[in-house]
């Protein structure tokens, strides 16, 4: 089949790899001038256990099933990663309570070599933590996202597939036997496929709404979550991912490393109406307070804005957190069409399940 992928974001990369993989002659539409220059640049970079999402859900069963696939996926193809491994604190009894329903709820997602330890076994693991109790999940770990979209790019390529950048989809229909897309940027125009994923991240609904005879009521809102990260300037201490016990929204201000070491907070929560990038430098007040709760010793004045993302919502404030939603024909009626909504957290995780189930889609 002709394969239209709409978005060059790790969803849409790991999509088009998959379905050129299935023999499919796939193109990537991709506004921007490059690839992973909309959510997926903007994130943790954490390859996720799996442990905090309901049984069955979609975010659960293609976490642990992209998990193990990813971490395959950087050892064939050289792409950095390490499994540092991560500590759910907790740090006064209610909170110890609550990560022991998330050793539970992650038994029961099924992740792997999963271990309560004690305060002092704790601090042995990591000299500056104070908690009285946490939860290691040591199959948790960081990758180099830009290196595993790079070699995304280069599989895809090799298997005859490509990507037109400055391509914006604009609209299309359905004419059996295939899609109309229309096309803007500086060359316009309109070319048939025979199928179509909409993975344009932020974009998501807006195109679906595009989508001549698309359902209106099967488009779901979209919620901005913005999520700011300030980093340590000084000496790292942790050499663990480091989380405090979640907040509504995500998962709590906690400690990230990248592959050279280095530490950062966050990411917060923040709701906004419309997109827009800058770390206010006074939003560190509430930062140093939520650290210090499992960190005594951060130093006055050690944070700096470093950068912010934005998670594709469903719900917002006070609403339960909503599953991926995957859009194929049964949910709209459209032939060969998946539309993917909502890919928050633990999206980079998920990518190569995810894409399997929507390649899987495209032969229906
Ligand atoms: C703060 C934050 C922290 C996160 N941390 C983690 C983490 O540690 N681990 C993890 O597993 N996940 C994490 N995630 C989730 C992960 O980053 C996302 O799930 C993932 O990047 C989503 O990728 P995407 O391809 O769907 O979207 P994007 O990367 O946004 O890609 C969509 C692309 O579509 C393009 N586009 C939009 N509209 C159109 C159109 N009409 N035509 C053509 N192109 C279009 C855009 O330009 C964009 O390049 C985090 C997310 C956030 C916001």
């Not at 395959?72 to 491994?85: D, N, P, T």
């Not at 110890?96 to 998330?102: D, F, M, P, Q, S």
């Not at 025979?194 to 974009?203: P, T």
């Not at 709590?252 to 530490?263: F, I, N, Q, Y």
Request: charged share 20%.
């Amino acid at each position: 089949m002709q394969v239209l992928v709409v978005g060059a974001g790790v969803i849409g990369l790991a999509v088009a790899r998959t379905a050129a993989l299935a023999g499919h002659d796939v193109t990537v539409a991709e506004t921007t001038g490059g690839i992973a220059n909309g959510v997926s640049s903007r994130n943790s970079e954490v390859i996720h256990g799996g442990l905090y999402y309901p049984t069955n859900s979609l975010r659960a069963r293609h976490c642990v099933r992209g998990r193990r696939r990813l971490y395959e996926f950087c050892a064939a193809h050289g792409v950095r990663y390490r499994k540092c491994g991560k500590l759910v604190v907790a740090t006064n009894a209610a909170e110890l309570a609550k990560v022991e329903t998330i050793l539970a709820q992650a038994q029961e997602n099924g992740v792997e070599g999963l271990e309560m330890v004690g305060g002092n076994a704790a601090r042995a693991m990591e000299a500056e933590l104070f908690c009285i109790g946490a939860l290691w999940s040591p199959e948790t770990g960081i990758i180099d996202s830009h290196d595993y979209m790079r070699a995304l790019w280069g599989e895809l390529e090799d298997n005859g597939g490509m990507i037109a950048f400055e391509t914006p989809v604009e609209r299309m229909s359905y004419k059996a036997p295939q899609w109309q897309v229309r096309f803007g940027g500086s060359d316009p125009g309109v070319i048939a496929f025979d199928a179509v994923v909409n993975s344009a991240g932020l974009g998501a609904q807006a195109l679906a709404r595009r989508i001549e005879g698309y359902p209106a009521d099967r488009v779901p809102r979209l919620v901005l979550g913005k999520g700011n990260y300030f980093g340590f300037a000084g000496r790292p201490v942790f050499s663990r991912l480091i989380y405090p016990t979640p907040i509504d929204g995500g998962l709590g201000v906690h400690v990230t490393l990248d592959l050279a070491g280095r530490m950062r907070f966050g990411p917060d929560v923040e709701w906004i109406n419309e997109e827009n990038y800058a770390v206010d430098p006074h939003r560190a007040d509430s930062f140093y307070a939520r650290i210090r709760s499992y960190w005594p010793g951060l130093p006055d004045g050690s944070l700096v804005p470093d950068y912010a993302g934005i998670r594709p919502k469903l719900t917002g404030p006070g609403e339960a957190p909503a599953d991926f939603m995957i859009a194929g024909p049964p949910a709209h009626g459209l032939p060969r069409l998946v539309n993917l909504f909502g890919i928050e957290s633990p999206g980079l995780t998920a990518s190569l399940s995810l894409a399997d189930e929507v390649v899987n889609y495209l032969a229906a």
